[in-house]
């Protein structure tokens, strides 16, 4: 049966706009961690030469808490609606929020410290693994079918800045403040900004409508009982597509855009304050570019934009990380405005692709074990790894060479990927999808 969201008119505006911000939250939290990743180290672990390290490490393994939230969130929203599990995930994500900002520190507790922020890392990231998967598909069932690109990248573009929030606000109180009173006590103002800013979308999001297709769904009792099963017996191929692309998608941003700031930081290219104006400046070309990029993707297809993209992840990282190495603030702000450009992009058309693989039937599910999978591997393990690779072998290019090896395996998936704009479609008058094709 072929899925009926994205009928023009079914979603209001506002609930779609509620739906899109909200990502802000999400992003502006988990890469908060990450921006404070030499700061961190110090409240947390006690500082020294493997503290960097175990802050890495405990990002890496956090994130591997997604791929079970995203099941179990997508679990709740294939059977009970994606209203319900996007308000339980922004609860989750609240009150982890809340508990960060107010944790003791490793003069205050010892190593109990670090264990303590490693467990809550690892219940955002449960709450995150079930809240964009969950975003994305409320987006792309809302819209109307010629605009899906488009409204989609919206996610892509509030969590760019949220992003962009994490290292403005992080900037500004790691300048304003000495270094004591930052390991002291400036290090929560962060945490309890992005406290109360998911506090208010959980307030807003009690306002959205349900989406069009899981009310079509349950008008024809067509929700699966189980929707896990579903989507493993039905649409293994779907996952496998959407594992490559979120692949692609994740490396690109976690490494592309915010591991920079440690990378600049740990060759020496430039101290913590200018690494962090940097993302600033690089987000912000982001959030630009990500609207364009979806509509660009309902003007030409997705197929042709993502595999210019992937041909750009192969040629250009290595360069740009070369660059961003040579301790000018020019060059570095190229290297991080090309790369972040790179990993926005992917990002923006990756979102609405990986989501049109699956029917409206056990579509969170199936973005769970494909997309969300993929971003676990290739998303909290890649900065980590990457600085564990370049400790170890002292060749500086890693994170270039990582991003290049990741876009050469997609690149055959994304060449037999079949179009999925829905104008596309029409146009050449596609047969019947099959279960492991893409439904529109």
Avoid at 308 to 326: K, N, R, T
Wanted: proline content about 5%.
């Amino acid at each position: 049966m072929q899925a009926t969201s994205g009928i023009p008119g079914h979603m209001s505006r506002r609930s779609l706009a509620v739906a899109a911000l909200s990502t802000i939250v999400e992003w502006y939290d988990f890469t908060l961690y990450l921006y404070l990743a030499t700061l961190l180290p110090r409240t947390f672990f006690g500082g020294g030469a493997v503290a960097l390290g175990d802050t890495l490490a405990g990002f890496a393994l956090a994130y591997l808490m997604r791929p079970l939230g995203a099941i179990v969130f997508g679990h709740i929203g294939d059977r009970y609606g994606r209203r319900v599990t996007m308000l339980a995930s922004m609860a989750m994500m609240t009150g982890a929020m809340l508990a960060t900002a107010l944790l003791p520190t490793y003069a205050q507790v010892g190593s109990a410290a670090g264990w303590m922020l490693i467990g809550l890392r690892c219940l955002m990231a449960f709450s995150v693994g079930g809240e964009y998967t969950g975003v994305v598909a409320y987006l792309m069932e809302g819209a109307p079918s010629d605009r899906r690109g488009f409204v989609t990248s919206l996610a892509s573009a509030a969590s760019e800045i949220g992003a962009l929030l994490a290292a403005g606000v992080s900037a500004v109180t790691v300048a304003s403040m000495d270094g004591e009173s930052l390991e002291h006590w400036g290090w929560r103002i962060p945490f309890l900004v992005g406290a109360g800013l998911a506090g208010l979308i959980l307030l807003a999001r009690s306002t959205m409508e349900e989406s069009q297709d899981f009310v079509r769904q349950r008008a024809q009792g067509s929700i699966p009982r189980n929707p896990l099963r579903h989507s493993l017996r039905h649409h293994r191929v779907a996952i496998g597509r959407g594992f490559a692309i979120s692949a692609l998608g994740s490396i690109t941003y976690y490494v592309g855009i915010t591991y920079v700031p440690s990378f600049v930081t740990s060759v020496g290219a430039m101290g913590e304050g200018r690494a962090l104006w940097l993302s600033t400046l690089a987000a912000l070309v982001v959030v630009g570019i990500t609207p364009l990029v979806g509509m660009l993707a309902d003007r030409v297809g997705r197929r042709p934009v993502l595999l210019f993209l992937a041909g750009g992840s192969v040629l250009l990282p290595m360069a740009m990380f070369l660059l961003m190495m040579q301790g000018t603030v020019g060059m570095a702000l190229a290297g991080a405005v090309v790369l972040a450009c790179l990993g926005g992009a992917v990002s923006a058309v990756g979102a609405v692709t990986t989501a049109e693989q699956f029917p409206g039937e056990g579509r969170l599910s199936g973005l769970a074990f494909g997309a969300t999978m993929a971003t676990a591997l290739f998303g909290g393990l890649t900065p980590w790894l990457a600085h564990m690779l370049i400790e170890q072998t002292g060749w500086a290019l890693v994170p270039g060479a990582m991003i290049a090896l990741v876009g050469l395996c997609v690149l055959p998936v994304l060449w037999a990927l079949p179009e999925t704009a829905p104008p596309i479609l029409r146009s050449r008058k596609t047969a019947d999808p099959s279960p492991d094709r893409p439904f529109s």
